[in-house]
């Protein structure tokens, strides 16, 4: 059998890139077994995870299923999964009302693991509110990690980077805060930029009056503006990085926390420095580009949209900045402030936009990580399934507790993915955590690296998958099929590709089936790489049968042409 790949597509990240070039897929004997006949058996719920608190502030732990209505699109829907938090009542002693469907249950042991995510935005800290939150997180991880938890750091100055592993253990989530402590950042030198340009937005020559403060006055604006832009596209690299991380961590079972530690994203660059420019000049110096600011709030929302997604709710932490306690929600900058006061308000609403989307809280201190802490015991977690799988569409969530005097939280919707991204979910994840089972007994064989030009190299993938673990349907003179094959690829370091995605009919027919199933199925890519370490995720679907398999692989360090 042969099957056409088709057309190339790319997989492309900062640090490396992977090409799928079209090959035809080819069968390789294997042994005969029966081939399966059998039905695809969807179980699809969505778990929302909520927080309820007294006026006091204190979590509530004792709520039964019965005192909660969740609602997706402002309709009720039941529940089918009910967890309540660890304490003080154990889940299975809570009684279950009459209107409380009987199959009511817990969710299953894997989807209670918690996983904490520290995220370190260097490109947006800087020194003075940096090292103060890295000296509390090394005691906060020892304090509250709990057996079975798991810790991933991260961080980006102008590349995503992973310190660690995703691990239990705290000695070496301690080993990649100490290496984050000797690491100079991003964020001190953008902020060393910003506070020259605005010192000499006062100096003599800029605001004098002649010829030659004209020209200094143009330069400066052009210098700010330019700067501005620069820093656009750096936040925009950021988010992108970012979307990526939560899409790969959708596709870990369980409760996700992710800690990001920031000053907040700029989503209007540069514009505390023109605004102050222009006041001081007397012209309408105006901010950076609109469609720029606007283009990063929407960014802001699809991170927080696709956090949505995977059950990942956002803590953010970050330590009083000059401009105080101000709030983005004020409905834009107001005139005549100081430049740190707009610094401040621009990126408020970044930190806002996180945590109010996805039911997570701001801390101000790092004395507030305790309530990080008690929030990941304090969860409810209510299930249900809805009547729509995979439409692509952002469903929004809404609960009501039955009770008076509380208060409620959780996240405000989530997108339902489409199959194809799922399968990229469960790619990404495989970087993080390993395959999740091989149901296909796939396999994936990887050939000799060829260089490609100075720091490159092509490298042959093989994915083979046994015909007789596919679910073929009759189709007349005919049985068909389809696998889908996911590809993703991470350097050492952590950076990661775009996760490519391949589709392919399989049509036999009916005489040639027996043959057939004896054989391997196999898919032939060759992907471009940065020479040297890189982890490859695979997962084979079978779309029929809504199995699939993931395998991942490492690549040790291929030599590059000079």
Known sequence: MRSAIGSASWLAAAACAALLVPAPAQAQPAPATP????????????NVEVWVTGRDGRPVLDLRPEEFELREDGKPVALTNFLAPAAPVPAAALPIAASTPAALSAPPPEEQQRTLIVFVDDLN?????????????????????????R????DFDLNLRQLTPLTSDRSVAAAGLEKLRRVANEGGMV???RDRILADTGRGAVLDAGTGGDMARRGL?????????EQAYRQEALLRSLQRLVDSLAGMPGRKALLYVS??????????VLTEAGAKFGVAAGASDGVVSQNLRLRLRDVARHANAGRITFYTINLPTPGGDITAERGGIPSGVNPDVIDAIDRDFSLNQFTSTTGGQRLFNTDMLPRMAMDLDAAYSLGYSPEHFGDGDYHRLAVAVRRAGVSVRCREGYLDKTPEQRQADTTGAALFAGGNGNPLEARVV?????????????????VLVPARNLLLAENGAARKGQVSITIAAATAGGARSEVAHRSFPIRVPAERVAPFLQHDVSFEFSLLLDAGAMTIAVTARD???????VVVTSVGGAPAAS
């Not at 810790?151 to 991260?154: A, E, M, N, S």
């Not at 990887?446 to 093989?462: A, C, D, E, F, S």
Request: charged share 25%.
């Open 221 to 229: 604006l052009a210098e700010a503006r330019w700067s501005g832009e």
């Open 191 to 193: 902020r060393a930029q």
């Open 35 to 46: 081939h399966p006949i059998a039905e695809a058996v969807r179980v699809n719920v969505v």
């Open 125 to 149: 800290l800087s020194r003075v509110t940096r090292l103060p939150v890295l000296d509390r997180l090394g005691p906060f991880l020892d304090e509250q990690l709990r057996n079975g938890d």
């Open 151 to 154: 810790v991933v750091i991260l």
């Open 543 to 549: 779309d029929p049968a809504e199995l699939e398999s």
């Open 446 to 462: 990887i050939g000799t690296g060829q260089p490609q030009g100075r720091g490159k190299v092509m490298l042959p993938v093989t």
């Open 263 to 272: 000053d907040g994203i700029s989503v209007n660059p540069g514009s505390d």
